[in-house]
């Protein structure tokens, strides 16, 4: 039953997204801004665009 309603939040989380078309990727990756590093397990991108977020950013945060 968790799985069907984290599945269904997560569906909804992007229908209500403005981006255009949406994607939805899985698994640890990281984007770096000015000295911020952001991390996160689950990221919703607009296709066209790309997601900016890679997992190999992440070596600079397990450096801190």
Partial sequence: MKT???????????????????RVEFGMKCVVT?????????????????LPATAETCSALKKN
């Fill in 4 to 22: 069907l309603l984290s599945l269904a939040a997560l569906l909804l989380t992007v229908g209500c997204s403005n981006i255009s078309s949406p």
């Fill in 34 to 50: 000015g000295d911020k590093i952001a991390y996160s397990y689950v990221w919703v991108y607009d296709k066209d665009i790309g």
